[in-house]
């Protein structure tokens, strides 16, 4: 069974730029997640979509990123413009428990380095 | 708000000790409780799960203890070995939500 994919592995650009990551979650998984993992910290949540619709959003920061799952499957996450504190990994993961936290697995992350 | 800590932050051991990591939480609501494994430059893994309503959980030389009372989780390795060397994070599902908190973790060294 394929992993989560997530691409592109490595993105440098400078400040006020812009990004954008992919992720394709496990076939069948309805719940995806988007992370962030700042250098030496745990991962914090920035949007968790149950099939296309947005169930928790709280903490991403909605005036430079974005987010969307169309068809349920798929998602991008883009940060425009990028601030030199957005430097982080990004990490998606998926899970196919419906409604309560299961296991979730996690792809390798989108390291993103703003100069 | 959830909080939740992980000591020690580091940690360098000879192969063959037996180690326990520690997870506290503040808030004893919780659905679940996951630790994860993370390779440098990789994603995360996951090596336990525990439910709520369970005390512990073991797979391998990995044994996983869940007190919600008094916030805590251990997670015990028996005779650590090189490949063991990574990051351990501990996160918390809360009760009324399906998103993970994350511990800082624990960053293993085990050496021949």
């Known amino acids: 069974e394929a992993g989560v994919a997530q691409s592109p592995r490595y993105k440098i650009i400078e400040k006020r730029q812009s990004v954008a990551f992919w992720c394709n979650p496990i076939?069948?998984?309805?719940?995806l997640y988007w992370y962030q993992q700042i250098l030496g910290q745990g991962p914090k949540l920035l949007i968790q979509?149950?099939?296309?619709?947005?169930?928790?959003d709280s903490q991403l920061p909605k005036d430079r990123f974005s987010a969307e799952r169309l068809k349920g499957v798929d998602s991008t996450l883009k940060i425009q413009p990028a601030k030199l504190e957005d430097s982080a990994v990004y990490l998606c993961?998926?899970?196919?428990?419906?409604?309560?936290?299961?296991?979730?697995?996690f792809g390798e992350g989108s390291r993103l380095t703003v100069l | 708000k959830q909080e939740v800590t992980q000591i020690p932050a580091a940690l360098s051991v000879p192969e063959g000790e037996n180690l326990v990591l520690n997870c506290s939480f503040t808030?004893?609501?919780?659905?679940?409780l996951q630790w994860f494994r993370q390779d440098p430059g990789k994603g995360l893994t996951s090596l336990l799960l525990?439910?709520?309503?369970?005390r512990e959980q073991t797979s391998g030389r990995l044994n996983a203890s869940l007190d919600k009372s008094s916030g805590r989780s251990t997670l015990y390795i028996a005779a650590s070995q090189p490949g063991d060397s990574a990051t351990y994070l501990c996160?918390?599902?809360?009760?009324?939500?399906?998103?993970?908190?994350f511990g800082t973790g624990t960053r293993l060294q085990v050496f021949p």
């Open positions: 993961a998926s899970s196919g428990h419906r409604g309560r936290t299961g296991e979730l697995f």
């Open positions: 076939s069948g998984h309805a719940t």
């Open positions: 979509f149950q099939n296309n619709g947005v169930v928790d």
């Open positions: 808030d004893s609501a919780i659905y679940n």
């Open positions: 525990i439910q709520s309503s369970q």
């Open positions: 996160a918390v599902s809360p009760g009324n939500t399906d998103k993970l908190i």
